[in-house]
């Protein structure tokens, strides 16, 4: 079976820094991804960790611990363009993603 | 920048009938994948798609769904008979590859919205 486990909602300010968390619970974890989703949209790809550790991307940066079975995605510099559903994906032991039902992040000014 | 292309963006059927979404993954891609996504909720994994068979399914591909590659380029999902909770926003989506790394990270179409009434 599979566990994963997003807050619902958050807001933050623009400009600012937010930290999205995710935990899971899986059999056979093949990595774990991150995606954004604006609303009528599709998911698009942000990133992806299979090791532990911190990976940096622009403005955005996602950390993975397996043995705590935990994630977070950290968005720096906020726009308002980053009000958008925050997806974690875990692959499971066929590397396919599974998703966690995500996080609304609304950026306000 | 190349992209998984889907159509209708919307349709909408009467319960009951059949339906055909279409997808044309990225050519390079070799894995194929339909999600769904019901109005509020997570997206779901429906069906994985590889070397022209079907390599994993969710409880939710039960007998009425089918998919197809029936030629080099297009990728499709049938719903045989369609009941009103079918209502979804259906993904296609395409992977590098699908057993490794970065290599199979999923790529999204725009989605066909279906409604059934």
């Known amino acids: 079976g599979q566990n994963i486990d997003q807050p619902t909602e958050m807001t933050a300010t623009e400009g600012a820094i937010v930290q999205i968390n995710c935990t899971y619970q899986t059999s056979g974890f093949n990595g774990l991804f991150w995606y954004q989703q604006h609303a009528g949209e599709a998911p698009t790809f942000l990133s992806y960790?299979?090791?532990?550790g911190l990976e940096e991307k622009g403005r955005f940066s996602s950390f993975l611990s397996r043995s705590k079975g935990y994630s977070y995605l950290l968005l720096k510099e906020l726009q308002m363009k980053d009000s958008a559903s925050y997806l974690c994906a875990v692959g499971r032991g066929s590397y396919i993603p599974t998703f966690g039902r995500g996080t609304s992040l609304i950026v306000h000014p | 920048e190349p992209e998984v292309t889907q159509t209708p963006s919307h349709q909408v059927t009467q319960m009951g009938q059949e339906v055909i979404l279409r997808c044309v993954p990225i050519?390079?891609?070799?894995?194929f994948y339909w999600y769904r996504q019901i109005l509020g909720q997570k997206v779901e994994f429906l069906v994985s798609?590889?070397?022209?068979?079907?390599?994993?399914k969710s409880e939710i591909f039960d007998d009425q769904f089918s998919v197809e590659r029936p030629d080099g380029s297009n990728f499709t999902l049938k719903i045989r008979s369609t009941k009103l909770e079918d209502s979804a926003m259906y993904f296609c989506?395409?992977?590098?590859?699908?057993?490794?790394?970065?290599?199979?990270?999923?790529?999204f179409g725009e989605g066909s919205w279906l409604t059934v009434v």
């Open positions: 960790n299979v090791l532990d």
């Open positions: 798609f590889y070397n022209n068979e079907i390599s994993e």
């Open positions: 989506a395409s992977s590098e590859a699908g057993n490794r790394g970065l290599g199979n990270t999923i790529y």
């Open positions: 050519s390079n891609h070799l894995y």
